[in-house]
């Protein structure tokens, strides 16, 4: 009885630093597209008969939902909605800077208000403390 072992050609082995990394990225992005890409990408997707089309998007990594939705984008306005990017527009620096400004103007006025009530308490407070001062040396007598 003999044992034999398999020899695994060279060109079939695959070195540890070849493979490529199991761990998924922490937070995964989605591709975007330029208005220029979509564009060509349209107009060699319909020059190209059916077999062309198929190898256009595997060669891209691209689907046939995305191609019906630029075709879509493309009717309604050309190039603007081809550049057009999903999700909520980018806020403005200068609303952004005027939101916070007003804030801190609020706040600011808070304070100054609670100031004011308080300078006036003191005030007050001195007043009676002073009319109690002199009004019990002269009223009473002095204090035991």
Not at 15 to 39: I, L
Not at 87 to 112: F, I, M, W, Y
């Amino acid at each position: 009885m003999s044992i034999t072992t398999s020899v695994i050609p060279s060109s079939h082995a695959v070195r540890v630093g070849d493979a490529p990394d199991p761990q998924v990225p922490e937070r995964a992005s989605r591709r975007s597209y330029t208005a220029k890409y979509k564009a060509e990408m349209l107009a060699e997707y319909e020059a190209a008969d059916r077999d062309g089309k198929g190898a256009l998007l595997r060669r891209e990594g691209l689907y046939t939902s995305l191609i019906s939705e630029w075709r879509k984008q493309a009717a309604k306005g050309a190039m603007t909605a081809l550049g057009k990017t999903r999700g909520r527009p980018p806020a403005d620096p200068t609303e952004r800077d005027n939101v916070r400004l007003r804030a801190q103007v609020a706040k600011l006025e808070h304070e100054l208000e609670t100031s004011r009530r308080v300078i006036e308490v003191q005030g007050k407070l001195s007043a009676l403390l002073e009319q109690l001062a002199t009004g019990s040396v002269t009223d009473k007598g002095p204090a035991t």
